[in-house]
């Protein structure tokens, strides 16, 4: 499985939240809401979650294994930092 396609989002706020991420793999499947958060040891990427009832937060979408957790987030950690422009993907309106 492969990494085709990685879309960033910035924010534009001064809090821990830095941008969101669409992640496509293999060219036919989407995972959306991944988080770039800025973190106690540096920047890092938080897989898409939901509050439960209890109030905890829960993974929808996770990796498996530390080898895929890695390889997805420095691809994205290495999308994120690329000089240019703002924002990864194009303005909904533009075409």
Same mark, same amino acid.
């Given at each position: 499985?492969?990494?085709?396609?990685?879309?960033?989002?910035?924010?534009?706020? #001064?809090?821990? =939240?830095?941008?969101?991420?669409? =992640?496509?793999?293999?060219? %036919?499947?989407?995972?959306?809401? =991944?988080?770039?958060?800025? /973190?106690? $040891? /540096?920047?890092?990427?938080?897989?898409?979650?939901?509050?439960?009832?209890? /109030? #905890?937060?829960?993974?929808?979408?996770?990796?498996?294994?530390? $080898? %895929?957790?890695?390889?997805?987030?420095?691809?994205?950690?290495? $999308?994120?930092?690329?000089?240019?422009? #703002?924002?990864?993907?194009?303005? #909904? /309106? $533009?075409?």
């Amino acid at each position: 499985m492969e990494i085709t396609d990685v879309k960033i989002k910035k924010v534009a706020s #001064e809090g821990k =939240l830095k941008a969101y991420v669409s =992640l496509t793999f293999d060219d %036919c499947f989407v995972v959306h809401n =991944l988080k770039i958060i800025e /973190g106690k $040891e /540096g920047i890092f990427v938080a897989m898409p979650n939901r509050k439960t009832k209890s /109030g #905890e937060f829960k993974d929808i979408a996770h990796p498996i294994n530390s $080898e %895929c957790r890695s390889a997805i987030q420095t691809k994205i950690l290495d $999308e994120y930092n690329k000089p240019g422009d #703002e924002d990864s993907s194009p303005d #909904e /309106g $533009e075409h």
